[in-house]
C-alpha cells in the first residue's frame, strides 16, 4: 500500500468560533500503481483528505501511513514525502508562480539543487509528457497560455519533481467536454507509461468511473462506499442520495428501472447499456436495414 | 426583441491576419419569451455574443438593437440597455460584489436609484425565487458554490430584465445543482416571460429549450428546436460536439432494427415513452 | 502554516448577537474614535489601569470567547515585545537624571527607558485590541454603511465618499479570497520543495515573493472581472448626475446615544485621571 488512512479526525479552523470536523473517522488504502477515485458532494472532506496524505495537514486524531510508515513519527521526514508525492490543484494559475513555462517547471528540480543538465533534462521529459513540445513552450509566457496549457504547465511541473504519486484535486472542474476527456486520457496514460499512483478527487462519477481502479465516497468525513467503480455504481440510487452526479449511462438505466426494476445500472459504455436493455426489449419487429439520416 | 446584425467582433491585441475573429458575421434574433440554448466549444465564440448582447462589449461591424436601441448608441441608451439585459457569469466569484446575501441582490437596484420600499420588495421577491431565503443574512464568502451561483442569478433578477443571459452558469457546480438552477430559470421564463439564454458546452443540457444554436470559430452554425438541430450529427461532430447519450442510444436500437422508435430522442421521458410502445 | 485562515481573527466579524454587535455602526464608530482618541492621549498607569478595565467591560459585553481574541494578538504582541527590546535599549531620557542600570557604547537600560516603553507599549497593544474587537463585533457591511453616513457632510467638499467607502467593501470582500489563495500558493509551494520559515532572510522574502507576484497578478485580473460585472449591473460610478439609492436605514436607538455618552464619559475619565496621575 502507498497510503494508509487509519482512522482520521481533523477540525478546520480549531479554537476560533467557526471549528468544523472535516473528517470524522475516515479509514482507507490506496495501493501503489493504480487510479483512485475519492467520490463526494462539496464540503465532503476530499480536499482536507488530499492535503492530510502530503502531511500539510495533520490529523487531529489517526494516523496516516506511507509504504507502511507513520508520516508524523521520526524518523520520517514529512518535507521528504512532499517531493516524492505531488499535487496538482484545482485551478492551476493557483499553482504556477513563475514567469515563464521553463522557469516554472524547473522549479522542483532547481529547488532540489539538481545539476544544470539534468535539470533540463527533466523539464524537457516533463513538458512532453503531457503533449506541449520543449523547445515551443520553454520560453511562453504563463499569462499567453490556456487554461487547458496551464493545468498541463502545473502537472509538468509536478513530474519535473519525479513523483511516486500525483494528487489531483478535482482536475476537470470547470473543463469543457473536449478539455476533460483530453486531461483524463493524460492522466490514464501518466499511470501506464510511467507506473505512476494516481488519487483524484471529483463531485462527480462521470468522469471517473471509466478511469479509476477504485473509487471511495466520501460524505461528511468519512468513507460510505469503495470498491471497484461497478460495484460502487451498484449503489446508484444511495449515490444519489448523496449528491454525487452520476455518469449520463447510469442515470438513463436509474430512470429506466421504472420500467424495468431488475434492470442492472453498473454499466460503465453506452455499448453495455445497449447489451443489458436488450435482454428486456421484445425481439425487433422489423427487418428493414436501418437508413442513415442524412 | 434582440436583433443581431452581421456582428463581427475581434479582441484587440489579435493580429488582423493571424487570428480569425472571435465573431465573424453573426445575425440572429431573439424574441421575448424564448428559451434558448447556446452551445459551442471553447472559443466558438460563445461568451463574446454574450458579452455584446449585454452591451459590455460594442461590436465593431453591424449592430446589436435589444428593444429598438441599439447597443452602440451611447449615452442613456447603454444603461437601459444594461437593465434589460441580464448576464450572468460563469464564475460566481467575478460577480459578487457586496459582502452579505440580501446587500448582493440590493446592489443591481440600489444602482437604479429605486425608493427603499421597492428594493425591499425587490430582494424578498427574489429571496423566495430562488431558495435563498435560509441564507439572506449570511456572508457571501460562507456560501457553498451553487448558492453563490443562484445568488448571481438572483442580483442580476432584481434588476427585473427582460433578456437573461447566463454564460456556462453550469461549469463550476455539481450536477444535480446546476439541474435545479436550469429547472428554476425555465420557470422564471414560463411565469414571467422573461427570455433566457443558457450557453452551454453540455449537450445533454440543451434538450429542455424551446431553441439550440449551435455556434463553431465564430459563426452560427445551427439554429432550430432541439429535435431539428440534434438532426445534423455530422456537423454537430465537425464542431467538436457529440450527441446526447440518450439520442445515442435510440439511434443505436433503429440501428438495432427498432425501426420504429423516433429518430432523435431528447429526454429520458421520451425514451421511456418510445420503449414503452415496443413493449 | 497552510491554515493560515484559523490565525487571523483580524478582520473577521462574528455574528453571536452580542450587545455591541447589536449598535448602531455609526455609534460604534463614534465611540470608537472618542475612546482611540483617549487612549492614544494618555501616558499614566493609572489611567492605562482604567483602560484595562474598560477593556475586559467590553470583553465582558461581546461575549467573545477570551482565548480566540487572544490568539489573533499573538503575532502582533511577539512583534511587539522585539520592538520594546529597540526602545528600551535606545531610550534617551529628555532629563539628564536617569537611573542607569546597564550601559554598552550608546545602549543603555534605564528605568525610565522601561518605564516609558511599557507605557507606549500598552497603549499600542489597547488601540489593537479595541481595533480588532470594533472588527470583531461589526460586519463589513455596517462598517462601510456607518462611515459612509458620518462621512457624507464631507462630499459637500467634492470628496467622492460612496466611491472610497465602496473601495473599502470591494477590498475587504477580497480579503477571504485572498487568504485562501495564499493558502493554496503556500501548499503548492510546499509541494514542491519550498520550506516557509527556514533559511536566511533572504531566501525567506524570495520563498515569499513567489506567493505575492501570482495573487497580485490574479487579483489585478479578478478585479477587472469584477468591475465589469459591476457596471453590466448598471453601476455608473464617476458618471454626473447618477444617485444612488440604499436598502440599508441605519436606526438610532437609546442604547446608542448611552453608548455613546459612556465613551464620552470614559474619555474625560481618562484624561483627568491621566492629568491627576503622579505615574
Known amino acids: ?294 | ?279 | 502554516m497552510i491554515e493560515i485562515s484559523r490565525h487571523i481573527s483580524f478582520g473577521q466579524y462574528v455574528d453571536n448577537g452580542s450587545r455591541l454587535t447589536r449598535l448602531d455602526p455609526r455609534a460604534k464608530i463614534l465611540c470608537f474614535v472618542i475612546v482611540v482618541a483617549a487612549v492614544t492621549y494618555i501616558s499614566h498607569f493609572a489611567s492605562l489601569a482604567l483602560c484595562l478595565l474598560f477593556c475586559l467591560f467590553l470583553q465582558w459585553l461581546s461575549r467573545l470567547p477570551l482565548r480566540y481574541v487572544l490568539q489573533g494578538m499573538r503575532m502582533f504582541i511577539s512583534f511587539l515585545l522585539i520592538l520594546f527590546a529597540f526602545q528600551v535599549l535606545f531610550y534617551t531620557s529628555s532629563t539628564q537624571a536617569a537611573s542607569t542600570i546597564w550601559h554598552w557604547g550608546v545602549l543603555t537600560v534605564s528605568w525610565e527607558g522601561i518605564i516609558h516603553s511599557t507605557q507606549v507599549d500598552l497603549r499600542v497593544i489597547f488601540l489593537y485590541y479595541l481595533t480588532s474587537l470594533l472588527m470583531l463585533t461589526t460586519s463589513l457591511v455596517d462598517l462601510a454603511d456607518g462611515a459612509e453616513a458620518l462621512l457624507r457632510p464631507l462630499r459637500r467638499l467634492g470628496l467622492p465618499v460612496h466611491e472610497l467607502v465602496m473601495v473599502f467593501v470591494v477590498a475587504l470582500k477580497f480579503v477571504p479570497l485572498l487568504i485562501t489563495e495564499v493558502e493554496r500558493l503556500s501548499i503548492a509551494q510546499a509541494t514542491r520543495g519550498v520550506r516557509f520559515g527556514r533559511g536566511n532572510p533572504l531566501q525567506r522574502i524570495r520563498a515569499l515573493s513567489g506567493i505575492i507576484v501570482p495573487l497580485f497578478m490574479s487579483g489585478l485580473q479578478r478585479v477587472e472581472m469584477l468591475s465589469t460585472a459591476m457596471e453590466a449591473r448598471c453601476y455608473r460610478a464617476g458618471y454626473r448626475g447618477w444617485r444612488r439609492s440604499k436598502l440599508r436605514a441605519l436606526h438610532w436607538n437609546r442604547s446608542d446615544s448611552l453608548a455613546l455618552v459612556c465613551s464620552a464619559l470614559l474619555c474625560a475619565l481618562l484624561i483627568a485621571l491621566n492629568l491627576v496621575s503622579p505615574f
Open chain 1, 1 to 294: 500500500m502507498l497510503f494508509e488512512v487509519k482512522d482520521v479526525y481533523y477540525t478546520r479552523m480549531r479554537g476560533t468560533p467557526f471549528a468544523v470536523e472535516a473528517l470524522k473517522g475516515c479509514s482507507l488504502a490506496i495501493p501503489e500503481g493504480e487510479i483512485t477515485a475519492i467520490v463526494g458532494p462539496t464540503q465532503a472532506g476530499k480536499s482536507t483528505l488530499l492535503l492530510t496524505l502530503l502531511g500539510l495537514l495533520r490529523p487531529t486524531r489517526g494516523s496516516v501511513l506511507f509504504h507502511g510508515q507513520d508520516i508524523h513519527q521520526a524518523p520520517f521526514n514529512v518535507e521528504d514525502l512532499r517531493l516524492r508525492v505531488g499535487i496538482v490543484f484545482q485551478s492551476p494559475e493557483a499553482q504556477l508562480f513563475e514567469e515563464t513555462v521553463g522557469k516554472d517547471v524547473s522549479f522542483g528540480p532547481r529547488r532540489k539543487r539538481l545539476p544544470p543538465a539534468q535539470s533540463r533534462r527533466l523539464v524537457q521529459e516533463s513538458l512532453e509528457a503531457v503533449g506541449l513540445p520543449y523547445e515551443e513552450f520553454r520560453t511562453r509566457y504563463i499569462s499567453s497560455l490556456s487554461g487547458g496549457q496551464k493545468r498541463r504547465v502545473a502537472i509538468a511541473g509536478v513530474l519535473a519533481l519525479e513523483p511516486e504519486a500525483i494528487l489531483f484535486d478535482e482536475p476537470t472542474a470547470g473543463l469543457d467536454p473536449q478539455g476533460r476527456q483530453e486531461l483524463l486520457a493524460l492522466i490514464q496514460r501518466l499511470k501506464m507509461e510511467r507506473r505512476l499512483t494516481i488519487v483524484l478527487t471529483s463531485s462527480s462519477l462521470a468522469d471517473v468511473a471509466a478511469l479509476a481502479d477504485q473509487v471511495i465516497v466520501l460524505h461528511e468525513g468519512r468513507v460510505v462506499l469503495s470498491g471497484s467503480p461497478r460495484s460502487v455504481l451498484a449503489h446508484a440510487k444511495e449515490l444519489l442520495a448523496l449528491d454525487i452526479t452520476l455518469p449520463e449511462i447510469t442515470q438513463i438505466a436509474l430512470g429506466l428501472r421504472s420500467l424495468w426494476p431488475s434492470l442492472r445500472c453498473d454499466m460503465l459504455t453506452l455499448a453495455e447499456l445497449e447489451e443489458e436493455l436488450l435482454r428486456f426489449l421484445p425481439h425487433a419487429t422489423s427487418q428493414e436495414p436501418q437508413l442513415s439520416s442524412s
Open chain 2, 1 to 279: 426583441m434582440i436583433e443581431v446584425n452581421n456582428v463581427t467582433f475581434r479582441y484587440s491585441g489579435e493580429a488582423e491576419e493571424d487570428i480569425a475573429p472571435a465573431l465573424a458575421g453573426v445575425t440572429l434574433r431573439i424574441d421575448e419569451g424564448e428559451t434558448i440554448a447556446l452551445i459551442g466549444h471553447n472559443g466558438s465564440g460563445k461568451s463574446t455574443l454574450a458579452r455584446l448582447l449585454a452591451a459590455i462589449l460594442l461590436p465593431q461591424q453591424g449592430s446589436v438593437i435589444v428593444d429598438g436601441l441599439r447597443t452602440d448608441a451611447g449615452g442613456e441608451s447603454l444603461w437601459q440597455i444594461r437593465q434589460t439585459v441580464g448576464l450572468v457569469f460563469q464564475n460566481p466569484d467575478d460577480q459578487l460584489v457586496a459582502n452579505t446575501v440580501i446587500d448582493e441582490i440590493a446592489f443591481g437596484p440600489e444602482n437604479l436609484g429605486l425608493p427603499r420600499f421597492e428594493i425591499e420588495e425587490r430582494v424578498e421577491e427574489v429571496l423566495d425565487l430562488l431558495d435563498l431565503r435560509p441564507h439572506a443574512h449570511r456572508a457571501v464568502s460562507d456560501l457553498s458554490q451553487g448558492q453563490k451561483q443562484r445568488l448571481a442569478v438572483a442580483g442580476v433578477l432584481a434588476m427585473r430584465p427582460r433578456y437573461l443571459i447566463l454564460d456556462e452558469p453550469t461549469t463550476m457546480i455539481p450536477g444535480r445543482t446546476a439541474e435545479q438552477l436550469l429547472e428554476t430559470v425555465r420557470r422564471l421564463a414560463r411565469e414571467r416571460g422573461i427570455s433566457v439564454l443558457h450557453i452551454t458546452h453540455h449537450m445533454h443540457e440543451l434538450v429542455d429549450f424551446d431553441r439550440v444554436i449551435v455556434m463553431d470559430r465564430g459563426r452560427v452554425l445551427l439554429d432550430g428546436t432541439p429535435a431539428n438541430v440534434l438532426r445534423h450529427r455530422e456537423e454537430l461532430e465537425r464542431a467538436g460536439l457529440g450527441l446526447p447519450l440518450i439520442t445515442q442510444l435510440g439511434q443505436r436500437l433503429r440501428a438495432r432494427g427498432w425501426s420504429q422508435l423516433p429518430e432523435v430522442l431528447l429526454t429520458l421521458d421520451d425514451l421511456k415513452a418510445a420503449l414503452c410502445s415496443l413493449k
